[in-house]
């Protein structure tokens, strides 16, 4: 998928999430989409030393995770 695809996921996601705010999947989705957008920003998060803080940007994404879990537990994680 290239990066404007990408981006358009993102932007779905967006709306949808805002169409229908009690769901969780838009929010897992966005959180999947961001990190899809750019590999070598997602292994820098997976090997990110959890006694650091994680940069702002990563911590923006990683946050849509965490409320998608919030709202849903159960939530569908691929």
Not at 5 to 29: G, I, K, M
Not at 37 to 44: M, N
Not at 51 to 70: F, G, T, V
């Given at each position: 998928?290239?990066?404007?695809?990408?981006?358009?996921?993102?932007?779905?996601?967006?709306?949808?999430?805002?169409?229908?705010?009690?769901?969780?999947?838009?929010?897992?989705?966005?959180?999947?989409?961001?990190?899809?957008?750019?590999?070598?920003?997602?292994?820098?998060?997976?090997?990110?030393?959890?006694?650091?803080?994680l940069p702002p940007e990563m911590l923006q994404i990683d946050s849509l995770?965490?409320?998608?879990?919030?709202?849903?537990?159960?939530?569908?994680?691929?």
């Amino acid at each position: 998928m290239n990066d404007r695809h990408q981006v358009d996921a993102e932007r779905a996601f967006y709306w949808s999430s805002r169409l229908e705010p009690r769901r969780a999947e838009p929010l897992f989705a966005r959180w999947a989409a961001a990190w899809a957008r750019d590999a070598d920003r997602f292994g820098r998060y997976v090997e990110w030393d959890p006694k650091k803080p994680l940069p702002p940007e990563m911590l923006q994404i990683d946050s849509l995770r965490y409320r998608a879990l919030l709202r849903n537990p159960l939530v569908f994680q691929v």
